[in-house]
């Protein structure tokens, strides 16, 4: 966590777990998870107009960055709200990290926000941090099983922090450090994390493995309301005014998520009652809800 606040609400969300396993009823369903993911596209890019600064101090260069492989984790109660379908609470802490070893004269840095003027297009690094707050909704086509697929829909908050570094070392000790920054520890100007809206959908599965235990996996896209996520403020010339300004985008990324969850109550997949005289019985505490035993 980069700040006090986040800390806070990571003690509170544990609490709230904590009091929801002592209070579970039959078929509420809690899931951890790892996930990764990637940066894919910024929507609105290509409207862009290049700085006249930026495009007489350009050498070339690429404005994509290679994602590289990061883990955050990801937590979630699910409820059951009939045989097809479930609502949800999730709480993710998602990490993109990604390097430019030939990056374009940004705009960015023809602005009058970035910290260096003579910026030499030297190789980039950034590093984004994200907690989601989400509302999750699922639908299971065929039902619930051994093997439960579903499709999903989300939406809420994200709250983001990133980092916009040089790649070398050296160069961060020498020149300015960081070339942008928000919400991390890096961070002065602009201490807090960029909340913003965040939606998307995918697909995954459940596969009971033991009792009310299963594995889980699901691959998710979303879209989310800002351009910092690969570290660089989106900036676009405005020929009335004769300098760029500020541009915000929004930013389309991916991920991948796999973990374990556990079903309270009524163990899934197992028939329910007791055998009298050869025929079920269909008494005692079984549930209305016990078929949700897959859920996000």
Do not use: C, W
Not at 74 to 86: F, H, S, T, Y
Not at 214 to 222: A, Q, R
Not at 268 to 277: H, I
């Amino acid at each position: 966590m980069d700040n006090q606040k986040t800390k806070v609400l990571a003690i509170t969300l544990i609490i709230a777990f904590i009091s929801i396993i002592g209070y579970a009823q039959d078929g509420i369903k809690i899931r951890v998870a790892v996930n990764t993911g990637s940066v894919l596209s910024e929507t609105g890019s290509a409207d862009i107009i290049v700085d006249p600064i930026a495009e007489f101090n350009s050498d070339g260069g690429v404005a994509e960055f290679k994602s590289e492989m990061v883990f955050g984790i990801e937590a979630e109660v699910m409820i059951p709200i009939g045989e097809k379908l479930g609502i949800g609470f999730e709480v993710e802490n998602v990490k993109f990290k990604g390097n430019n070893e030939d990056p374009i004269y940004y705009n960015y840095f023809a602005s009058s926000y970035s910290p260096i003027q003579n910026y030499e297009q030297e190789p980039l690094i950034y590093n984004t941090n994200i907690i989601n707050l989400l509302g999750t909704f699922r639908i299971f086509p065929i039902g619930h099983g051994t093997f439960t697929p579903f499709i999903k829909l989300f939406g809420g908050m994200a709250l983001i922090a990133t980092d916009l570094q040089f790649q070398s070392p050296e160069d961060q000790v020498n020149k300015p450090d960081p070339l942008y920054s928000r919400g991390t520890d890096l961070s002065i100007a602009e201490p807090t994390r960029y909340s913003t809206p965040h939606f998307g959908g995918g697909v995954g599965f459940e596969y009971q493995v033991a009792g009310n235990i299963s594995v889980y996996g699901d691959l998710s896209f979303s879209y989310i309301n800002s351009e910092i996520l690969n570290g660089v403020p989106n900036f676009t010339y405005n020929q009335d005014l004769g300098y760029s300004v500020y541009s915000e985008t929004a930013s389309i990324t991916n991920q991948f998520s796999v973990g374990v969850s556990y079903t309270f109550g009524t163990s899934p997949g197992s028939g329910g009652g007791s055998k009298k005289g050869g025929k079920a019985s269909t008494g005692g505490n079984t549930s209305r809800h016990r078929p949700f035993y897959k859920k996000k």
